[in-house]
């Protein structure tokens, strides 16, 4: 979810999108990318209800086109007291996909986007912890739709992950996790990378709260890449690179999201990212660059979330299709993975009716 709206006005004046590249990457090329295997289609829950109803009750999990699903658990459902852990959630869900002949791949959600926390009550009750969390905005997502008015509750909560205690506690929760199910889910992955806070001043530089400093926010994020890689080398530790703070290429070149993809590659994760939406001008030089150009012998994914259909393809100049969004993933980004949220009318009037079956060519 495309959370920053700096520089978006240069953005839109700039040339093609596909032709901006990021200054001393290596050049890019042009030609497509296929994947290493198959693409692998998993449908997207973005939540769960009591007792996984949703789940249990989602008829496109049967779908034979389907691989599985990406189910978002959040650290505060699976952490509910400070070090006690409760994983039942993930185990039923296990046991309910595995009766099906399905996988689970596992989003673990610290972040929110909506105003409740995604994060443990202890976390901001004690003062180690310095409030736990700091508010962002929502109101550039992607998913949001234009024509809907401003509301005053269009704003989430990011974890305070550069504040040591906040960190030691997230990656204990995700050694745990790859104690009891590395092995026996075909993945996992953070939430998303980008976070929306800072006052945007007219010469174009973001002024930050007092208790945010990007480069400790874009560090913690390397030493949790480090962690998830460790905890699971069996199943496919993939990382959410879409935007940084403090940092807009090819203008505003720190190397960071270099350095961040280049930490993912040593670390042989996989990558991705939360918003499949073929050419948009905002994703070309960010992330989608380095996407493209990450080795074919390492996992990619995207998920395909609420709005990525309504969005207007540059290209084409038309809204986007299912054919355009398979065309790029596998063409352009060489993706391995698609995660498809359950969007309604396009779910069921365009995903269901136009994905292909596993041995129909997309391409």
Request: no cysteine; charged share 20%; net charge negative.
């Amino acid at each position: 979810m495309f959370r920053w709206t700096i520089l978006l006005s240069l953005f839109l004046s700039a040339a093609s999108a596909a032709s901006i590249q990021p200054e001393s990457q290596p050049e890019r090329q042009l030609e497509s990318q296929p994947a290493s295997q198959p693409l692998q289609h998993f449908i997207y829950i973005n939540h769960r209800e009591e007792n996984g109803e949703n789940i249990r009750a989602d008829k496109a999990l049967r779908d034979p086109r389907f691989g599985g699903a990406q189910i978002v658990y959040t650290w505060r459902s699976l952490e509910p007291k400070l070090g006690e852990y409760d994983f039942s959630a993930i185990r039923a869900d296990i046991a309910y996909l595995d009766s099906i002949g399905k996988k689970l791949w596992i989003q673990l959600q610290e972040k929110s986007f909506t105003p409740r926390f995604n994060v443990p009550q202890y976390l901001l009750d004690a003062p180690i912890y310095q409030g736990g969390v700091l508010k962002q905005s929502m109101l550039s997502a992607p998913e949001r739709d234009p024509n809907k008015p401003v509301t005053d509750d269009e704003y989430g909560w990011s974890a305070k992950m550069w504040e040591p205690a906040v960190r030691a506690r997230y990656q204990q929760l995700v050694r745990q996790l790859g104690q009891e199910f590395d092995g026996k889910i075909a993945g996992i992955n953070f939430s998303e990378s980008s976070i929306d806070v800072g006052t945007e001043n007219a010469d174009g530089t973001t002024t930050f709260p007092s208790d945010f400093n990007p480069k400790a926010y874009i560090d913690a994020i390397g030493e949790n890449m480090q962690v998830l890689a460790e905890s699971f080398q069996h199943s496919t530790a993939m990382v959410y690179l879409n935007f940084l703070p403090d940092e807009w290429l090819p203008w505003n070149d720190k190397g960071h999201m270099r350095g961040l993809f280049a930490q993912a590659k040593s670390l042989n994760m996989g990558v991705g990212g939360p918003d499949l939406m073929p050419y948009r001008k905002s994703h070309m030089a960010q992330s989608y660059a380095f996407i493209k150009e990450y080795p074919a012998t390492l996992v990619k994914g995207m998920a395909v979330q609420d709005g990525n259909l309504r969005q207007i393809n540059p290209k084409t100049g038309k809204k986007n299709t299912v054919p355009d969004l398979l065309d790029f993933a596998q063409n352009y980004l060489g993706l391995d993975y698609i995660f498809w949220v359950e969007d309604e009318p396009y779910f069921t009037d365009e995903v269901l009716q136009q994905l292909p079956t596993p041995d129909t060519k997309t391409n």
